[in-house]
Structure formats: C-alpha cells, structure tokens
C-alpha cells in the first residue's frame, strides 16, 4: 500500500517532464498591439469595464513628438486603406478595432496624435 502511494505521488509530480504545460497562457510576444498593423474603421471605448471585449489600450498624446503613431480621421471608411487612417464609428459593432482610450500613459499598449495632414498619418516607431 505504502509503494502504490509513493508511485502514484511520484506521477503526479512528474520529474521527468521539462517544462510544464500551461494551456491558457498567453505569451508576451503575441499579446502585444502593433500600432503599425492597424487601419479601417475605430471605435474608441471609454468605458474600462470592457476592457476585456477591446482590442488594445491606447493614449492619445497631446504632442506629435511622442506618439507611436499618427491617426488622420477619415470621413469615408473605404479611404481608410492604410496604417493611420481610422474611420471614427459610432457603433462598436460596425467597427474593425475596437480601442480602449485611457488617461494613464503607463497603461496603454501604444499612443497616438490625430494629424491634420493625410500624408503625415502612419507608424512613427522605430
């Protein structure tokens, strides 16, 4: 009795595997926002208590020097073809990206500053 005991512990610890498995663990690699991937159709969130329904955290920044990327609005949403150009949806059903906007720097994944000039919009990091 006192054998079976140690060999069913012994496989329940398992020592002879490597590294252990933890299937709902997301790598930090692949939960990161690239800025420099996103156009179409926005909608900015506001609310954090649906956080978890939005596709990253963002910061608009007041100056242009210090932003990730350059956001021109787009007034039709088949002109937003290219990284920078967002179309502003009222609707987060209607939208490709669903962002939610923060006041804490820290805690967005990226930062942004609308441009006024069409050709200045796209990804500013290096």
Not at 11 to 18: D, E, G, K, Q, V
Not at 46 to 51: G, K, L
Not at 96 to 107: A, E, G, P, Q, S
Request: hydrophobic share 40%; net charge neutral; charged share 20%.
């Amino acid at each position: 009795m006192l054998t079976t005991f140690l060999l069913s512990g012994l496989l329940a610890l398992n020592p002879f595997r490597s590294v252990p498995v933890v299937p709902l663990a997301v790598p930090a690699a692949l939960s990161s926002v690239d800025p420099c991937r996103l156009y179409g159709s926005v909608y900015l969130e506001t609310d954090s208590r649906r956080r978890s329904q939005c596709f990253g955290v963002v910061y608009q920044e007041p100056d242009e020097g210090f932003a990730d990327l350059m956001v021109f609005q787009e007034t039709n949403k088949l002109f937003a073809d290219k990284v920078g150009l967002w179309y502003l949806t009222d609707s987060r059903d209607f939208a490709d990206y669903v962002l939610l906007v923060t006041d804490n720097r820290n805690l967005a994944d990226f930062s942004f500053h609308y441009t006024k000039v069409r050709s200045y919009a796209g990804c500013r990091r290096q």
